[in-house]
C-alpha cells in the first residue's frame, strides 16, 4: 500500500458516519511509534530467583483435608408407578403356556443343580430346606388346597411372584392369579414333591433368601 494512501486524510463527510477525527501528523506519529515498540520489544527477562524467593512451589501432591461426599444412588420406581408404566403387566398375545416351557426346563435344571442332584438318596429335610429359599419363577404348581374352592386343582407356571400373590399360566392358556394366604401348592421335580403353604410364604422371593423357616407349617382352611 502506497505511503501517501496511509497519511491522507479522511474526509469530513465520512468522518460524521464512522464517528472518527483525523488526528494532526505529529499525534499520528507519534501514537504508531508507541504501538511499534510495545508491541515488538521483547519483554524484559524476569528474575527466577526473586520470583522464588516470593512464591511458594508444590513440589508434591496433597490430599485435601475435606471429606469427600458420598454421591447419593438413584432411587428406584416405587410401587405406585411401576403400576402407571404397566411394568409387571403381560400383554394378553403372551399369555400362553408354550412360551413359559423354556422358563420351566431352565427352573428344573436350577433347582437340580441347587439340590445338588436331587438323588434319591438326598434328605428330604435338607431339599425342603433349599426350596423354601428358592426362586419358583418358571415352576409348575398346583393349588391342592384353599379356602376358596373355585382354585384347587388349579395347575400352570408361575411367572410371577409377588408378596401376597402367584401369577400364572395354565395348559389352557389362561392367566390365573392366586392369592398365597389360606392356600396350600404342590412343586414336583423329578419325582419329589414338595408343598408350599402360603400363610408361611408371604414375602417376596428376594426376601426369603435370608428368612428362616421352619419345615412343618400348618394351614387353618
Known amino acids: 500500500m502506497d505511503e501517501a494512501a496511509v497519511d491522507t ?7 460524521k458516519v464512522l464517528g472518527v477525527k483525523t488526528q ?16 515488538t520489544e521483547p519483554e524484559p527477562q524476569k528474575d ?10 508444590i513440589l508434591e501432591y496433597s490430599r485435601s483435608n475435606k ?7 438413584p432411587k428406584g420406581l416405587n410401587a405406585q408407578q411401576k403400576r402407571e408404566i ?10 400362553r403356556y408354550e412360551l413359559f416351557l423354556p422358563l420351566h426346563d431352565l427352573w428344573k435344571q436350577y433347582i437340580i443343580d441347587l439340590c445338588n442332584g436331587l438323588k434319591p438318596t438326598s434328605s428330604p429335610h435338607s431339599v425342603q430346606q433349599k426350596l423354601l429359599k428358592a426362586d419358583f419363577h418358571g415352576a409348575i404348581i398346583t393349588v391342592v388346597r384353599s379356602k376358596c374352592p373355585s382354585y384347587v386343582g388349579t395347575t400352570g407356571i408361575l411367572i410371577q411372584e409377588f408378596k401376597h400373590v402367584f401369577k400364572m399360566i395354565t395348559k389352557q392358556d389362561k392367566f390365573k392369579v392366586i392369592p398365597k394366604r389360606n392356600s396350600v401348592f404342590q412343586v414336583e421335580i423329578n419325582g419329589f414333591i414338595s ?3 402360603g400363610n408361611k410364604f ?8 435370608a428368612k428362616k423357616f421352619k419345615i412343618c407349617g400348618s394351614i387353618d382352611l
Not at 527466577?48 to 512451589?57: E, P, R, T
Not at 471429606?67 to 444412588?73: A, G, I, N
Open 9 to 15: 486524510h479522511i474526509p469530513r463527510d465520512l468522518e
Open 24 to 39: 494532526i501528523r505529529s499525534k499520528a506519529q507519534a501514537f504508531t511509534q508507541a504501538f511499534l515498540k510495545r508491541n
Open 48 to 57: 527466577a530467583k526473586g520470583l522464588l524467593s516470593h512464591k511458594a512451589v
Open 67 to 73: 471429606k469427600t461426599l458420598h454421591k447419593k444412588r
Open 86 to 95: 404397566k411394568i409387571f403387566h403381560i400383554k394378553s398375545e403372551h399369555q
Open 195 to 197: 408343598f408350599i403353604y
Open 202 to 209: 408371604e414375602q417376596r422371593a428376594s426376601e426369603r433368601s
